[in-house]
């Protein structure tokens, strides 16, 4: 399953997802968008592939549960604060710490 979000405006600048949805997503894509705040379950989006965020510049950071999607294997970023990237390079560490040796890191 594949989900791209293009220019969303998202009530209060939140992007909320629930326990058990999208569980057999593999690539999520968010562009454009002034989200600040996401909010995720413990174990989002178990069956993730890719991330890519580009121009996302009010979001805050990823969450940190993303370190523990073992099926990751690229994160991109382009035109993102520097917390988004200094928050997917712990993400990228700690998959590294539980073996991931596939998973990408892509910031420009």
């Known amino acids: 399953m594949v989900l791209k979000l293009r220019s969303i405006a998202f009530v209060r600048h939140a992007l909320y997802v629930k326990n058990g949805e999208f569980l057999n997503l593999k690539f999520l894509a968010v562009y454009h968008s002034e989200i600040e705040e996401w909010v ?12 890519v965020l580009t121009d996302c510049t ?8 993303f370190g523990e999607i073992s099926t990751l294997k690229i994160i991109k970023l382009q035109g993102c604060c520097p917390n988004v990237e200094k928050l997917a390079r712990k993400i990228f560490e700690e998959q590294q710490d539980m073996g991931n040796r596939e998973l990408q890191l892509i910031c420009w």
């Open 40 to 51: 995720v379950p413990t174990e989002p989006f178990p069956s993730l592939e890719q991330l």
């Open 58 to 65: 009010k979001l805050e950071g990823i969450p940190s549960s």
